[in-house]
């Protein structure tokens, strides 16, 4: 693709079909592949039966984001990130439970021209109604780059619970290495929490280096009266909640590669303020 690339002109080359531009900025492509073998993909709501991908229905496929960034050598790439979902005439999105499957295309620059290096057009389902949510890019490594999801789901009128996923190239395809609860929480009246993520750079690890997690929220026992829904809170915390009335929490995990994936070691490091 010449320079500058256009995302939408791209995703057609990729999945060729025709182009809805409905209102609301709604554009998406609706296309069908007789020849592609289905297979399999991961939801990571846990949806039961087979999720097998391209739809046999049709598939409607949207630009989800452009991401730009360049190495230490200069060297300059483009992530183009997608969102499939079943074709709807309407350019609709449901299924409250169902996630928007993700796909990747990365692009290197030469001269005038974006040249495509890797394309898998299904990596895993994120989010709810059929909407993945943006990748983010953040650095993991020399040079060695990932995405990170933040996948929120929850039930009509209760709590919504968010979980962080980082998605990185590791045995020949892009794949979810890391998987963390307790990263937000919110439609709840009496606890709440949000989450934030860093890399440690400590020079320890030229690749998958640690990634810390801290989360941060407030509990109060008065508003539990307000909750419609019975909040578990998390295992570090659950003490303090049945014997203080309110208080302000922060969590510190810290999650290092081992094998496959990001696991959590050591303890996780807890402490309160404004406890009452």
């Not at 996923?165 to 963390?180: C, S, W």
């Amino acid at each position: 693709m010449q320079d500058p690339i256009d995302g939408v002109k791209t995703m057609q080359k990729l999945f060729p079909g025709k182009l809805y531009k409905l209102s609301d900025h709604n554009t998406f492509i609706s296309w069908k592949c007789k020849t592609c073998k289905p297979l399999p993909f991961t939801d990571v709501n846990g949806v039961e039966g087979d999720q097998l991908f391209p739809y046999s229905e049709g598939v409607a496929t949207r630009l989800l984001a452009n991401i730009d960034y360049s190495n230490s050598k200069g060297n300059q790439f483009k992530i183009l990130a997608f969102n499939h979902s079943y074709y709807d005439a309407d350019g609709l999105q449901t299924g409250r439970f169902s996630g928007g499957l993700l796909g990747l295309a990365k692009f290197a620059k030469n001269g005038n021209a974006w040249e495509m290096r890797s394309f898998q057009p299904a990596v895993a389902a994120f989010g709810a109604f059929s909407q993945s949510p943006k990748p983010k890019l953040l650095q993991i490594g020399e040079d060695q780059y990932a995405f990170t999801l933040l996948h929120v789901n929850g039930g009509a009128g209760g709590p919504f619970e968010g979980y962080l996923y980082i998605v990185a190239g590791f045995d020949g395809k892009y794949q979810p290495i890391l998987e963390a609860n307790n990263y937000q929480l919110t439609n709840v009246s009496s606890i709440t929490w949000s989450g934030s993520y860093s890399v440690v750079d400590d020079g320890a690890k030229k690749h998958f280096r640690d990634i810390i997690i801290k989360t941060s929220g407030s509990f109060s026992k008065a508003a539990k009266a307000d909750d419609e829904f019975e909040v578990t809170p998390p295992d570090e915390i659950a003490a303090m909640a049945k014997t203080k009335k309110s208080f302000n929490f922060e969590i510190e995990r810290r999650f290092s590669f081992k094998g496959k994936s990001y696991k959590l070691i050591g303890n996780p490091v807890v402490k309160f303020s404004n406890v009452k």
